[in-house]
């Protein structure tokens, strides 16, 4: 099964927050909408739980004509006034599901989620990672088919991110349920899923896999989103890039505006390869664990990018090469 | 070893005037009440005071009536004011000219709407002047009796003019507070509109509105002004009875007064510890409402 | 078309508002607005403002009230502002009672209070003073200055108060230029409504005050139960002119600069 958002618009007070969305969500997989704050992302979110109706378009899926997506929002929103088992049993008891239906439930529920001994309390006497496992139970109780997350992991601290990243993939799996997750970290989206849609301005700019967004950005909007490069301008003539630091044949992009795209990752290298890159010296390396990021000054133009650690010392000079042939957009 | 001098200097000035003019007073007349009063020689304690009091028919039932009043006019308030808080804050309106307009009566002296209800509602007055001009009353006479009349209608309404804006006031901080996603989230999760309302926006601002349900009926049941100017002399309220009464002159009814004073402020504290409560017990008594 | 329903209720629930302020406006200014008649039968501004700089009566209630809201906000601040201070800042042994206690004037029926502060202040012969009244009067208000001003200093909280200290500022700078400034807005607030509530008590000024305080508000009731609503309206826009123009004023220009600011 699978559900379709298709030519979805959003007007409000003049302002067009959500420009042709089309996208595809197939069930049982985890799609991450990944895009700056402002770019619409909540919005859409919204429309998928039913929230908000667009202005235009529409939201369908092969079997169901009127989906709705059950929504575990960014501040988990518990309510203050009930105790974690009136929560979670909040959807089941408003449409009015039998007592012992309820009760059998949530002590399964509670189970999977491994907070079975919190269900007396109130929410301010838990802890983040805890607000956060009641939401998504409160949520997951009503066995929905499509799961939302708006931002689910943003006011986590590091370590607590990673586990219950581990959790909800565990859930999908476990539950079969379908969910779209939004976020402006990338790599809670690549750690989450295998589909990513970049969303910029209201518009889905890309929908890619984690390995190809980032070693081929569509357009230099997607590019400098995702980060983690140089942009260095220039000129072009043909299929030639003319720079301060870089002449040579290139791949242009579509509407090439002149910036040159140099990423971090796996694009400079000490290697000989065909594509001779520059003549520059090393002025500063930062650790970073498995690598180091080596910034290198030619004239007045500074470029970083990742090597493996203690290759280049610095104060020397070296002659650097493209991995595969640098591209302009 | 500061902290306890700031605290000792900090409370003084509040323990004080409390102790030497309110505390004092409802001590002197908790005294008196029990018949000790040495301005006529009485040095005796005795219960005789709250038995002629409580076996008064007269005072109960004006007791009674009033107790219902005040329920009623606090409670009409509470609501009316409630629906529209909730209405003007749905729609935006919560800020700006309106909210401004709806501050005004919290300000405005009882009075002013008393000579503005005389003018307008008295058999003679505005309103049925224009339903006499419109057709649809024949005569002054058809129009219903509804200032200083046996049901305290005039009374009533110069209140709800005063409390229901109050109620508003007092919900829309509340409003404010609240995080109005909680209602979209109830929505998401299946329940209808009035589920909504019943399990997460009332249980919100329920202590907000006991609260202001206490102020409101304590007001209603003790103030003098408005039905000393409004209310039905067959029909007294209790405010006006005890004033007659304390005014007199009779000095030795004033244990009688003072006991019957006694027997009001018990009750009242009483019905507000009941009241508050019952609002700690229910849903959303646990946070105050306003996180 | 929903929007234009809401627009009327909007209207019919503000026009509701307005017209007791309407009524005691024509009352005052018009002239022999008398059964039949729908609206004032002519209107006469002059004659009002005329009256309220020379008719004496009139000029000396308004002084009366001012002066007792004065006293009232002198002495509802000096005990409310530390109160406050206390409540919202320090736990202590007895805050709970102190918390009830404070609330307690409002609980208690008004008529019960007042009889028994009146027998009390004739103990204290402050029966028919100027003190007397102002302590009625402060009685009344206190419950919701200190509310008013711990709201305010809780919502501050103390920690500049720390932050001053630890930057080597004394307790009485500290007091000075960072606790005072911050709590201008709940001074604000309790100032103006202290000063609008001791202009509208009657009872309180009648009953303590043995009948020698003849404010605005004192005026007004005889006259009303005289039936004579258009000199009883001419005190009321009085009344108006001095306690809502300014709070208007206040609202409008310092409040809003500062936020500005």
């Not at chain 1, 590019?223 to 220039?234: D, E, P, T, Y």
């Not at chain 2, 729609?91 to 405005?108: A, C, N, Q, S, W």
């Not at chain 2, 018990?266 to 409560?277: H, N, P, Q, R, T």
Request: net charge positive; aromatic share 12%.
């Amino acid at each position: 099964m699978t559900y379709f958002l298709k030519k979805i618009n959003q007007v409000k007070k003049d302002k067009h927050i959500l420009k042709n969305i089309d996208l595809a969500i197939e069930s049982n997989s985890i799609v991450a909408i990944l895009g700056p704050s402002g770019s619409g992302k909540t919005t859409l979110l919204n429309i998928l739980a039913k929230i908000d109706q667009p202005s235009s378009g529409e939201f369908t899926s092969e079997s169901d004509q009127n989906p709705k997506g059950i929504m575990v929002f960014q501040e988990y929103l518990l309510f203050p006034h009930m105790t974690v088992a009136k929560n979670i049993t909040f959807g089941l008891r408003m449409s009015k599901v039998k007592r012992d239906d309820i009760k059998e439930r949530l002590a399964k529920i509670t189970e999977v989620m491994g907070i079975s001994d919190l269900v007396d309390r109130y929410p301010d006497e838990l802890s983040g990672g805890q607000r956060q496992r009641v939401a998504l139970a409160r949520a997951m109780i009503l066995r929905p088919k499509l799961l939302l997350m708006d931002e689910p992991f943003s006011s986590l601290d590091e370590n607590l991110r990673i586990e219950m990243l581990n959790f909800v993939q565990q859930i999908q799996s476990q539950f079969d349920v379908t969910i779209v997750f939004v976020t402006h970290y990338k790599n809670e989206a690549y750690l989450l899923s295998k589909r990513i849609a970049i969303l910029i301005d209201g518009s889905i700019k890309q929908i890619s896999e984690p390995e190809q967004l980032e070693s081929d950005p569509i357009d230099i909007e997607v590019a400098k989103f995702l980060g983690q490069a140089n942009f260095i301008s220039g000129k072009v003539t043909g299929n030639t890039f003319d720079s301060l630091i870089y002449r040579g044949e290139v791949e242009l992009k579509n509407n090439p505006q002149g910036y040159l795209y140099i990423p971090y990752a796996n694009q400079v290298t000490l290697e000989k390869t065909e594509y001779p890159a520059f003549f520059a010296e090393v002025v500063n390396k930062v650790w970073l664990g498995s690598v180091e990021r080596v910034t290198v000054r030619m004239d007045s133009v500074t470029v970083s990018f990742d090597c493996r650690p203690n290759l280049v010392k610095i104060g020397d000079q070296y002659s650097f090469y493209f991995d595969k042939k640098p591209v302009v957009y | 070893m500061t902290n306890r001098k700031n605290i000792i200097l900090l409370s003084l000035p509040f323990c004080l005037f409390f102790l030497l003019f309110f505390l004092s007073a409802l001590f002197k007349s908790l005294i008196t009440s029990f018949g000790y009063y040495p301005v006529l020689n009485m040095k005796k304690f005795t219960w005789e005071y709250y038995i002629s009091a409580l076996s008064d028919a007269s005072f109960l039932s004006i007791s009674w009536r009033t107790f219902l009043f005040s329920v009623v006019s606090a409670f009409l308030a509470c609501i009316i004011g409630m629906m529209i808080a909730i209405t003007l804050y749905r729609h935006k309106k919560d800020r700006g000219i309106v909210f401004r307009i709806t501050e005004l009566p919290v300000m405005l002296p009882h009075i002013f709407v008393v000579i503005a209800l005389f003018q307008l509602l008295s058999q003679t007055g505005v309103v049925p002047n224009i339903l006499i001009h419109l057709g649809l009353l024949q005569s002054t006479e058809q129009f219903p009796l509804l200032l200083n009349d046996n049901y305290q209608i005039g009374v009533i309404i110069t209140y709800l003019y005063k409390e229901i804006p109050f109620v508003i006031v007092s919900l829309m901080l509340v409003l404010r507070q609240m995080n109005d996603k909680y209602e979209v989230v109830a929505l998401n999760l299946g329940a209808n509109k009035f589920q909504t309302f019943w399990n997460v926006t009332l249980p919100m601002i329920q202590t907000a509105l006991v609260n202001a349900f206490i102020i409101n009926f304590s007001f209603n049941f003790g103030s003098y002004e408005v039905p000393f100017l409004l209310g039905n002399q067959q029909k007294e309220l209790l405010p006006v009875y005890i004033y007659n009464y304390y005014v007199q002159g009779d000095i030795t009814q004033i244990p009688l007064v003072m006991s019957l004073n006694m027997i009001l402020s018990v009750f009242s504290i009483v019905f507000a510890a009941v009241l508050l409560v019952i609002s700690k017990k229910i849903p959303g008594g646990r946070i105050g409402g306003n996180r | 078309m929903k929007n234009l329903l809401n627009n009327i209720w909007t209207f019919i629930f503000c026009a509701l508002i307005v017209i007791p302020l309407i009524v005691i406006f024509l009352l005052a200014i018009g002239s022999s607005w008398n059964y039949p008649d729908i609206l004032p039968q002519q209107l006469e501004f002059q004659n009002l403002i005329k009256m309220l700089f020379t008719n004496s009566e009139l000029i000396h209630s308004l002084t009366q009230s001012i002066l007792l809201s004065l006293g009232t906000i002198i002495l509802t601040l000096a005990i409310a502002y530390p109160t406050a201070i206390l409540l919202a800042h320090y736990d202590f042994f007895g805050k709970k009672v102190i918390n009830l206690l404070v609330y307690l004037p409002l609980i208690i029926p008004s008529i019960a209070l007042l009889t028994n502060l009146d027998f009390v202040m004739i103990k204290f012969s402050l029966n028919g003073s100027f003190v007397g009244v102002v302590i009625a009067h402060t009685l009344f208000y206190l419950p919701y200055a200190i509310k008013l001003l711990m709201d305010n200093f809780e919502q501050n909280g103390n920690a500049f108060e720390s932050v001053s200290k630890n930057l080597g500022a004394n307790n009485w700078q500290t007091f000075w230029n960072v606790t005072f400034p911050m709590s201008k807005s709940g001074l604000q607030g309790a100032i103006l409504m202290t000063y609008v509530v001791s202009m509208t008590q009657y009872l309180a000024t009648l009953l303590v005050g043995d009948g020698k305080f003849l404010t605005l508000s004192v005026r007004m009731f005889p006259f009303t139960t005289a039936g004579k609503y258009k000199i009883a309206a001419i005190y009321a826009f009085t009344f108006l002119i001095v306690t809502l123009i300014p709070l208007f004023l206040i609202d409008k220009y310092i409040i809003r600069n500062r936020r500005r600011g």
